[in-house]
């Protein structure tokens, strides 16, 4: 009766080739009877408590899962310690993982702008240059600071370079559209408007998602006319309309070594870079 296999309708799935019956331990089902039964009832007796012990296996792996601990290594630490993780906690909130299923959408809506400690945002704009002789009615505007020079930037509104790029820092940081999409040129309130009014939109969405400038950086890409001379008026302009200190501002011009139409003083560029901090 020891080497008595269990058949093959008995077997629990998980439970791989034969069993012989001297491995089963008595289930807690089985009654005195089970035990004090004639020899010749033997092999159905073990029948019986070998369908409880597949009975058994097949609950157990059907029960929800317990808690249970895993190792962890604290940060910093060369030593290990056993923490209890509850199964349920430590799960995953979502359907079906490894079957393609998406996670379990949030109960509260998310935020427009998640709440970072700082964001970073990058900037780029480039107006063409035309002739004021050709066109009279242009000219250049560089950070609110018109500069005296033959040529003028053909836009839809004044056509300021530097704090176009600064808006599109700032939106950038933010997650937010560009500045084309926030103050498309086919709307014609903008046409011939100032960029400062740009400008006090950007810092405007920026203060409602909690942040300010923590420091900004400009670079002006022009052939000519000469940035040098007007830097500092540029600067403390800036620096006003951000509603921030100077020394938080900086800008710098760079020419295009007479490459392309940035070098042949057909158009002039500016890159920008901006850091928000959460307040």
């Known amino acids: ?86 199964l ?3 799960a995953p909130a979502r359907r079906g993982i490894g079957l393609g299923a998406v996670a379990e959408p949030s109960s509260s809506p998310a935020p427009a702008v998640t709440a970072l400690p700082f964001r970073v945002g990058h900037g780029f704009d480039l107006h063409r240059l035309e002739l004021l002789s050709e066109m009279p009615d242009l000219r250049l505007v560089l950070g609110g600071i ?11 509104s004044d056509g300021d370079v530097l704090l176009h790029c600064v808006v599109d820092a700032i939106t950038g940081a933010l997650g937010m559209p560009d ?9 014609p309130k903008w046409k011939g408007c100032t960029s400062d009014v740009f400008i006090t939109e950007a810092c405007r969405l920026m203060r409602e998602a909690g942040y300010e400038i923590g420091n900004i950086d400009c670079t002006i890409i022009a052939e000519r006319p000469k940035i040098s001379p007007h830097k500092a008026a540029i600067k403390g302009n800036l ?26 003083n057909r158009s002039i560029a500016c890159h920008t870079v901006v850091l928000l901090m959460r307040v």
Do not use: W, Y
């Open 146 to 156: 018109q500069i005296d020079h033959d040529r003028g930037c053909v836009a839809h």
């Open 179 to 187: 500045i084309g999409q926030l103050f498309p040129d086919n709307d």
């Open 1 to 86: 009766a020891c080497n008595t296999v269990v058949p093959t309708h008995l077997r629990h799935p998980t439970l791989s080739g034969s069993l012989p019956l001297h491995r089963l331990r008595t289930p807690a089902c089985a009654t005195p009877e089970h035990t004090s039964l004639p020899r010749e009832n033997t092999k159905s007796t073990f029948l019986k408590m070998a369908a409880c012990c597949v009975a058994s296996c097949v609950a157990a792996s059907t029960a929800p899962r317990v808690a249970t601990s895993t190792t962890r290594r604290a940060p910093g630490s060369s030593t290990t310690a056993r923490v209890p993780i509850s």
């Open 239 to 264: 620096a006003k309309l951000l509603g921030c200190t100077e020394d938080v501002v900086n800008v710098k011009a760079k020419t295009h070594e007479k490459v392309d139409s940035l070098g042949e």
């Open 88 to 90: 349920a906690a430590s």
